[in-house]
């Protein structure tokens, strides 16, 4: 499904990514753990064609989308839900979902994809009219959540989903994230809760310093003596 096979990024002359290498499965959630500063964020922006890609390939369905500029990535079934939601605070919960289904073929299924985002999650539904500004982060999360699947992506790559959630709402965004993956949709989460990672994803990867610094099943990087020592601190 998604494949990241040596991929490099820098900024400046500062490199971020060194050769990382991992891969998504169909239907599959893969977590990426790390400290901060491992280079989580600029994974996911240089998937999606956000931040340029010095080399390396990435690949959904076999296709590399390297050389796809960001506004195109999302044809090949990509979507983002970027860190800190990036919601538009002065439109309507119906109007930010209506903006993920740009895409020809998204707009075609738009009133089933609707029904797909509102049954998963019945908070916007309730809200449908509300400003997105005047939700809770929580909900913004849902919202943003939301707005990715209205483009109908095969594969959804998830930047730190629980950042600044009280845990209630922390609770409700995983359970709709095991929703969306059950669907079929293959996740890519990066999170900084490592416990809430490891409990939905059946594999992770250890990002360290631009590097993987590990990977296996969720279990095993949960007695990983480099997970305690990277990312905790132990």
């Not at 738009?110 to 797909?116: A, G, I, M, T």
Request: aromatic content about 4%.
């Amino acid at each position: 499904m998604l494949e990241i096979t040596d991929l490099d990024a820098h900024y400046g002359d500062a490199q971020a990514l060194f050769g990382v290498a991992m891969t998504v499965h169909s239907a599959e959630t893969v977590a990426v753990i790390g400290p901060n500063g491992a280079g989580k964020s600029t994974l996911v922006n240089a998937i999606a064609g956000l931040h340029a890609r010095r080399s390396g390939r990435v690949t959904v369905d076999g296709v590399d989308i390297v050389a796809v500029p960001a506004h195109r990535v999302c044809d090949h079934g990509v979507a983002v839900v970027p860190e800190g939601r990036r919601v538009f605070a002065a439109m309507s919960v119906y109007d930010n979902l209506c903006l993920g289904a740009y895409r020809r073929r998204a707009r075609a299924a738009f009133r089933e994809s609707l029904d797909r985002v509102y049954g998963i999650f019945p908070r916007l539904r309730q809200r449908t009219t509300q400003l997105a500004g005047s939700l809770s982060g929580g909900e913004q999360q849902m919202l943003a959540i939301g707005r990715a699947l209205m483009a109908r992506p095969t594969v959804l790559l998830l930047d730190e989903p629980s950042l600044g959630l009280a845990p209630v709402m922390t609770d409700e965004v995983f359970e709709a994230i095991e929703a969306v993956n059950a669907q079929g949709v293959s996740v890519l989460l990066v999170e900084q809760d490592v416990d809430r990672a490891l409990d939905v994803a059946t594999r992770t990867y250890l990002l360290d310093e631009g590097r993987v610094a590990g990977e296996g099943t969720s279990a095993e990087l949960r007695d990983s003596d480099e997970v305690r020592r990277s990312v905790l601190g132990l």
